[in-house]
């Protein structure tokens, strides 16, 4: 019964949302996947001070914008020249990077720059997408990038 309930407990994934600040300084007490989200303007960001304690850091640029088309369907041009917006592609490698990973790590750190659009978004997809019931609360970060969000889930096939 206790090798149970060991199993049972050490299999449930915590799941980070943070700052690209915050997210320098963390420490990994435990096995941990990083979700660094970079925008177009700032490829280069601090490296993580812990870098050797992670499984594996996933890096992804692109910028905290949502398509025109996303507001008024129809729409032809974004104008969001110079910008790295989130689509399919970039989505398809986050859900592939986080299957390769999930069976080594007890921790998913995500962050981006300000860690209030971009990451909460791509942390409650994957919860949600995965089942892990980490219960990530979409309703602390008011800012969170909707359109992310929602392209993930069409992308594995989840949406509504």
Not at 33 to 59: D, G, T, W
């Amino acid at each position: 019964m206790f090798i149970i309930l060991v199993r049972f407990f050490s299999s449930m994934l915590k799941i980070d949302v943070m700052s690209c600040k915050m997210a320098v300084k963390y420490d990994p007490l435990v096995p941990t996947l990083a979700m660094r989200i970079h925008n177009s303007m700032f490829r280069n960001p601090p490296a993580l001070r812990h870098q050797m304690k992670f499984v594996y850091i996933c890096e992804y640029v692109f910028d905290d914008v949502w398509p025109r088309r996303y507001f008024e369907p129809g729409a032809k041009t974004d104008d969001l020249s110079g910008l790295v917006v989130f689509d399919d592609s970039i989505a398809r490698g986050i859900l592939s990077d986080f299957e390769k990973w999930r069976g080594s790590i007890d921790c998913l750190l995500v962050h981006c720059h300000f860690g209030e659009g971009r990451a909460p978004a791509v942390a409650k997809a994957i919860d949600e997408i995965f089942g892990l019931a980490n219960a990530v609360e979409l309703s602390k970060y008011p800012q969170y990038n909707q359109y992310v969000y929602e392209t993930l889930l069409k992308v594995a096939g989840k949406s509504e």
